[in-house]
């Protein structure tokens, strides 16, 4: 079965550090993977995607991705981080097998808290 | 551009009212999905539509049903509401390219503001 697991619930970084939200993924076939973040009392909002070619992908922001096929990893990262990145982060896979085709499947979510 | 539109944003029900929640979207997506966030559980999706004419059921259909009545509107209806299905529920657009059952396409989600539904 295509699942993406955020093996923790809360990320605290200072201002201006970097900061990473962690990711592992499985899936049978390509993974596709993804990245959203959703702000208070918001949708959920686009970051970036992977679907082929470079390991690294930049997204909005200033965030990236890192793919890592032999971890099977799609860590968030942002050399500096900001207060307004404060917000509830989603990983998410997209299914393409069969009847399921093009949904997309979500981790639980990490909270990500930068203090000034 | 308004993107996605749901009403209504919030709603108090009873348990064994019924009601319907509405989404609308104004960029030409074929796809469209409803999902129901709770805490901890992320995402889940309930059903979704891949094109005008079409419904199928995600993680979580049992007491919903959904209608598309056209390419631009996705209603997901609580028959019988219980405290179980107190959550906000999402719904989502994309656009798919491509031959569906080969796939092709890269489109991301794009999310309405969410409804938040209360039912004691």
């Known amino acids: 079965a295509q699942s993406v697991a955020q093996p923790e619930d809360q990320v605290n970084v200072a201002e201006g550090n970097p900061l990473t939200v962690k990711c592992t993924y499985s899936?049978?076939?390509?993974?596709?993977l993804f990245w959203y973040v959703q702000y208070p009392n918001r949708g959920l909002q686009f970051l970036l995607k992977y679907i082929t070619g470079d390991n690294l992908v930049k997204g909005s922001y200033g965030f990236e991705a890192e793919f890592n096929k032999s971890q099977t990893s799609f860590h968030l990262k942002k050399p500096s981080a900001l207060v307004s990145d404060s917000a509830l982060y989603f990983c998410a896979v997209r299914d393409d097998r069969g009847s399921t085709l093009g949904r997309l499947y979500f981790g639980r979510g990490t909270q990500l808290t930068v203090w000034p | 551009n308004a993107g996605v539109t749901q009403t209504p944003k919030f709603q108090v029900l009873k348990t064994g009212q019924s009601m319907t929640l509405q989404c609308a979207q104004d960029?030409?997506?074929?796809?469209m999905y409803w999902y129901r966030q709770d805490p901890g559980m992320g995402l889940r999706l309930i059903y979704y539509?891949?094109?005008?004419?079409?419904?199928d059921k995600g993680e979580v259909p049992n007491g919903y049903n959904v209608s598309r009545l056209n390419k631009r509107e996705f209603s997901l209806r609580l028959e019988s509401a219980a405290p179980s299905q107190t959550s906000v529920y999402f719904c989502?657009?994309?656009?798919?390219?491509?031959?569906?059952?080969?796939?092709?396409?890269?489109?991301?989600?794009?999310f309405g503001e969410g409804s938040r539904l209360t039912v004691l």
């Open positions: 899936v049978s076939g390509n993974p596709y």
């Open positions: 989502a657009s994309r656009l798919t390219l491509g031959f569906l059952r080969t796939g092709g396409d890269t489109g991301e989600l794009f």
């Open positions: 539509s891949a094109s005008e004419g079409t419904t």
């Open positions: 960029m030409n997506h074929n796809s």
